[in-house]
């Protein structure tokens, strides 16, 4: 784990940056703000981590609630191609976690 380093930012306190195992990522809730799941997005997405997924700008967490704050399109795509055994089970996926309050 990387050291936690508080700084502001337009999202809210900047946490820290992280790499989490897929099985970290199933703890992440999905935002009832974030638009639905656009089936042609997921799968550009998932070309995309095919050809370069160290590439992937990371996903976002609200530490607060633990919901997605951006990149729940990137955490789908992610998680349906480890399931399907298309990616290394050593794959872990970049997450900035900020906290940002309720209000």
Not at 6 to 11: C, D, E, G, H, P
Not at 17 to 29: A, R
Not at 84 to 100: D, Q, R
Request: charged share 20%.
């Amino acid at each position: 784990m990387t050291s936690s380093v508080k700084v502001f930012t337009t999202m809210g306190k900047f946490i820290k940056f992280d790499f989490v195992t897929y099985e970290q990522s199933l703890q992440f809730g999905i935002n009832q703000e974030n638009r639905a799941y656009n089936q042609a997005h997921l799968e550009k997405i998932k070309r995309q981590i095919r050809k370069s997924f160290d590439t992937m700008p990371p996903i976002t967490i609200n530490t607060i609630t633990n919901h997605i704050v951006d990149g729940q399109h990137r955490l789908k795509s992610y998680q349906d191609l480890y399931k399907a055994g298309e990616l290394p089970t050593n794959s872990n996926i970049k997450v900035m976690f900020v906290e940002i309050p309720l209000d």
